[in-house]
């Protein structure tokens, strides 16, 4: 994924996307220890809080955040400011548990609650979700 990244940034400003470390957000780490990853999620949003306050003009447009579940990976790009995830999942529609999802929407909540900016800070809106058609590769 990274690679991908690094190939293609061209397109964009680099420091426009923010990469999520997979391993704070895999399954066996939030089930393990869900306050952990919620506090590592508050962190790097707190951060973006802080760099807007300053007028910082590199702020994250969007976090790139794996999630790693029984042998399967989904990618959530996650837009702050618009308080929206699309979520990459190709296997949609299984009875798999997600963790990452309401650890995304509570990380989100702090940061919205912490005077970040999103257009529904005034209301108790949380974080909207969009499933993106993933098609397979055989």
């Known amino acids: 994924m990274m ?5 293609h940034t061209f397109a964009f400003d680099n420091s426009q996307i923010g990469f999520v470390c997979p391993e704070a957000m895999s399954s066996s780490r939030i089930k393990a220890n869900p306050q952990a990853a919620s506090m590592y999620l508050k962190v790097v949003f707190n951060a973006e809080i802080e ?12 976090f790139l955040i794996p999630y790693h579940q029984e042998n399967h ?29 309401g650890i995304l929407c509570l990380a989100y909540q702090v940061y919205k609650f912490n005077d ?9 809106q949380g974080l909207k979700g969009f499933h993106v058609k993933v098609y397979h590769a055989y």
């Open 3 to 7: 690679c991908l990244f690094h190939e």
């Open 51 to 62: 760099k807007e306050k300053k007028g910082d003009p590199n702020i994250t447009k969007w």
């Open 73 to 101: 990976w989904i990618l959530y790009v996650l837009d702050l400011r618009r308080g929206c995830a699309y979520i990459f999942d190709s296997a949609i529609g299984s009875n798999r548990e997600n963790s990452a999802w």
């Open 116 to 124: 970040g900016i999103c257009p529904n800070r005034a209301t108790m």
